[in-house]
């Protein structure tokens, strides 16, 4: 899932770099990512890096008990200090969030509106133009199945994950 990935690489270049969090905080969700383990690292990395406490990666660790999550973190770490270049690594995830997040508020909008009213009538009743509902259906479907616009800025192997 794009999204995942690009709040995965957010997560690698601030284990590496934690100055980067106040440019990346609006977009550093942990509700979004479904990977339970990942979520919670980014919940007590948000918690952490907002603090405004000196952050370091053995507290992190500390905060839970199973030796799994230092094992996930460390290798979350060292992917990132692997790839480097974190200001293009963020430029590009971020780039993927709000092509993300601007899908699927162009899908909400559009079962919105066809919610509002049956197929071929506005919610007056009236009738729509001729194509309206075709347009509205392929807005939608483009929101679904859609290659995000802003990934063509993300890194090559995110833009691949996205663009497919």
């Known amino acids: 899932h794009p999204e995942e990935e690009g709040l995965r690489q957010i997560i690698e270049v601030l284990l590496n770099e934690p100055e ?3 440019g990346v905080k ?10 339970p383990g990942l979520a ?8 952490m890096l907002g603090s405004g406490n000196e952050f370091r990666l053995v507290d992190l660790i500390a905060r839970f008990e199973s030796p799994a999550f230092g094992r ?7 992917r990132g200090a692997r790839r480097g270049k974190y ?7 971020i780039a993927c969030l709000e092509a993300c997040r601007s899908a699927r508020e162009a899908l909400a909008l559009a079962d ?25 259906a392929a807005l939608g479907e483009r929101a679904r199945g859609s290659s995000p616009e802003g990934a063509r ?12």
Do not use: M, N, Q, W
Request: overall charge negative.
């Open 87 to 93: 200001a293009e690594t963020l430029a590009g995830a």
């Open 40 to 47: 919670a690292v980014a919940g007590a990395l948000v918690v």
């Open 26 to 35: 609006d977009y550093l969700d942990p509700a979004l990512i479904r990977d």
């Open 153 to 164: 800025f993300a890194p090559p192997k995110l833009r691949r994950r996205v663009l497919g």
């Open 112 to 136: 919105e509106v066809r919610a509002g009213r049956g197929p071929g009538r506005d919610p007056s009743g009236a009738s729509v133009p001729d194509g309206e509902d075709e347009r509205l």
């Open 20 to 22: 980067h969090f106040a």
């Open 72 to 78: 996930l973190i460390t290798d979350l770490a060292e």
